[in-house]
């Protein structure tokens, strides 16, 4: 694994948004072409993330004044739907890479953001060690890290560590000896550290994710970030949702939308050129059938739905940047996030669902595996619960009551 993980050569910087959603279309039609295939047989995407990483595209979030395009966030959502139509895994592997990214932007020193966004330009990759299983909710960190001398030693276990895999950096979530939350930039060759490949979901098979332990792994003190801060003022990040912010959220979108877009891609090709014409319907074609033609065009507009929501909600997380973090404007993208990510969801399972409906039953065979939209869907749509999304956008605009301040809405 390790032999695939580029360690020399620096990445392209990306100058603008335009060349971002350029970049993306070329991969993604590279990425396409393999997809089926790295699900069947779970190989993980080595040389595809390599690619993806190199190409410029995992920095685009880095602000301008350390050298990064700082693209538009409706421009972020652009790329990892395009990207994940092609292959959702890897559409899905920069999130928490990126929600790095923008952590170290509102809470990292000077010179940690120096350090920190000068490796993400360079294709460095950070991926993740997030979550923990066996507790009592996704807040209660076990993992601890603690004073040694003037730095620090970090001991816990995680799971769902999404990229850490084929990452350079494992940043760990844990708490410290005050009780609150930081997150820990730990390299992947550091002692004491261990990942294993042992992610046996159904869906979303080649995300790179699985166990990582940590055992006594020494921390510097400069690669701590208080990540509490985030969720103490208004900030895209602290009234926004899932590991960790309206740019982690709004990518959990993006995957969705992407993984719709391929089904329908899929049910037009296969109605197209395969399905028969039910019987009673007296027609040649089966892309004649008028219920298909009506239950089709019902999943289109839904897709249609959740990118126009994708965007907006895009769109709404960069005004709430440029008017300095007005808490107003924060918790109004938060909704908006909130929306597209709860259309998203309903969008992709009845356009998975529908794809097997309309194209019968010969696109059920092995041999074309459209189920791994299906499963792709379920599997990453259960990240965080979408029935609380709707709770929040009801309760603010019935009741003026603003989302939490915590990673999850």
């Known amino acids: 694994m390790t032999s695939v993980i580029n360690t020399e050569q620096k990445a392209h910087i990306i100058q603008d948004d335009k060349e971002a959603i350029a970049i993306a279309h070329e991969l993604a039609a590279e990425f396409a072409k393999g997809d089926s295939e790295r699900d069947q ?3 993980l995407p080595a040389e595809e993330v390599e690619k993806f990483s190199q190409s410029g595209l995992w920095g685009i979030t880095v602000p301008k004044e350390y050298g990064g395009a700082f693209v538009s966030n409706a421009t ?13 895994s890897l559409g899905q592997i920069p999130q928490n890479h990126l929600y790095m ?22 294709g460095k990759r950070f991926g993740n060690a997030f979550s923990e299983i066996g507790t009592k909710s996704v807040t209660d960190v076990q993992t601890k890290l603690e004073p040694d001398g003037s730095d620090f030693v970090l001991n816990g276990r995680k799971y769902y560590s999404a990229g850490a895999l084929l990452a350079h950096w494992v940043p760990v ?6 009780g609150k939350t930081v997150v820990a930039f730990v390299e992947r060759d550091a002692p004491g550290l261990t990942l294993l490949d042992d992610w046996t979901s159904f869906g979303q098979r080649t995300t790179a994710s699985g166990t990582t332990i940590i055992e006594n792994v ?6 701590v970030i208080p990540h509490y801060l985030a969720f103490e003022r208004a900030t895209p990040m602290g009234a926004m949702a899932t590991p960790a912010e309206g740019i982690a959220q709004i990518i959990q979108a993006a995957v969705d939308v992407g993984i719709a877009k391929a089904a329908v891609r899929d049910t037009i090709y296969f109605v197209r050129n395969h399905t028969r014409p039910w019987v009673d319907s007296n027609l040649e074609k089966g892309y004649e059938d008028p219920l298909t033609l009506y239950n089709l065009g019902n999943v289109q507009i839904q897709v249609h739905a959740a990118e126009a929501l994708l ?6 997380i960069d005004i709430a940047n440029e008017s300095g973090l007005e808490e107003p404007k924060v918790v109004e993208a938060s909704i908006a996030v909130a929306e597209a990510k709860a259309l998203a969801t309903e969008a992709v399972l009845l356009a998975t669902n529908k794809l097997f409906e309309l194209a019968g039953t010969k696109s059920t065979l092995e041999q074309f595996n459209y189920n791994r ?8 749509t259960l990240h965080d619960p979408v029935r609380w999304k709707y709770h929040a956008v009801g309760n603010y605009f019935l009741n003026g009551v603003y989302p939490p301040r915590h990673p999850w809405l």
Request: charged share 35%.
């Open 41 to 43: 047989n779970r190989r």
């Open 76 to 88: 972020l959502a652009e790329v990892i739907k395009i990207i994940s139509e092609a292959d959702s």
């Open 101 to 122: 990214v923008e952590a170290v932007r509102l809470d990292g020193t000077d010179e940690q953001k120096k350090f920190f966004f000068d490796l993400a330009l360079q």
């Open 173 to 178: 979530i844990a708490s410290n000896q005050d």
């Open 218 to 223: 020494k921390v510097k003190a400069e690669h």
């Open 311 to 316: 965007r907006r909600a895009g769109e709404f």
């Open 373 to 380: 939209h299906w499963r792709n869907a379920r599997a990453h």
